[in-house]
């Protein structure tokens, strides 16, 4: 498994913006999807939005639009950032990275503990 590190989070009120940054270092890993997810209590859990290859880019429905992903790589250290724009109500959950690559040899699908966002109406 990677290490990931999630950043940002909080409370925002409706139509405000708010920024989720995830970080994962291992000199060992080779990454080539990472994004984010959500979820609610007693839902399954979502996506949000993910980048693969450092190019390919997908969003949820409810995110596109709205959300922008991107990625950045400075050696063994990748970054995605979550820019979410014009943010509602029901965008509320908890959000978790999530990474997928390889590490010597094995795949890896490795989860963030989670960051809660919060849109007050």
């Known amino acids: 498994q990677v290490q990931l590190v999630e950043s940002g989070g909080g409370l925002v009120q409706s139509g405000g913006s708010m920024r989720l940054s995830c970080a994962a270092s291992?000199?060992?890993?080779?990454?080539?999807?990472m994004g984010w997810h959500r979820q609610n209590p007693g839902k399954q859990r979502e996506l949000v939005a993910l980048?693969?290859?450092?190019?390919?880019?997908?969003?949820g429905d409810h995110a596109k639009g709205r959300f922008t992903i991107s990625a950045h790589r400075v050696k063994n250290n990748v970054t995605v950032d979550l820019e979410m724009n014009n943010l509602k109500p029901e965008d509320t959950a908890t959000y978790y990275c999530?990474?997928?690559?390889?590490?010597?040899?094995?795949?890896?699908?490795?989860w963030g503990q989670g960051t809660q966002v919060t849109v007050s109406s």
């Open positions: 999530n990474a997928k690559g390889d590490r010597l040899g094995r795949g890896f699908d490795s």
């Open positions: 291992d000199p060992f890993a080779f990454i080539h999807t």
């Open positions: 980048i693969t290859d450092g190019v390919t880019r997908e969003y």
